[in-house]
Nanobody
Framework: QVQLVESGGGLVQPGGSLRLSCAAS????????MGWYRQTPGNQRERVAA???????NYADSVKGRFTISRDNAKNTVYLQMNSLKPEDTSVYYC???????????????WGQGTQVTVSS
């Protein structure tokens, strides 16, 4: 059993900052890639940022220079620092991981429950 617990969402004014966290726990052997996605009603889920176990990152063009993804392998946690937030960043943000369980089961697309981010004055 694996759990992903997200936190850090909320309401922020345009230009403000938020930091999302996603902590994985349970029967984890190793976590490979970790990432953040977002989805608004009626739209497809889009990838915001991703990070490999070794720390290589990539970002959606819409967030480059404003968002930073990082991870703490010892804590099985991934973070998303969001700065200079815009109203169009309003969305539900989901954590996604690719991992191996202690039973060597590969979970390539494991999702958190989502956390709401609202950017509004």
């Amino acid at each position: 059993q694996v759990q992903l617990v997200e936190s850090g969402g909320g309401l922020v004014q345009p230009g403000g900052s938020l930091r999302l966290s996603c902590a994985a726990s349970g029967s984890i052997f190793v976590i490979n890639a970790m990432g953040w996605y977002r989805q608004t009603p009626g739209n497809q889920r889009e990838r915001v940022a991703a990070i490999t176990r070794g720390g290589s990152t990539n970002y959606a063009d819409s967030v480059k220079g404003r968002f930073t993804i990082s991870r703490d392998n010892a804590k099985n946690t991934v973070y998303l620092q969001m700065n200079s937030l815009k109203p169009e960043d309003t969305s539900v943000y989901y954590c996604n991981v690719d991992l191996l369980t202690v039973n060597m089961r590969h979970l390539s697309d494991y999702w958190g429950q989502g956390t709401q981010v609202t950017v509004s004055s």
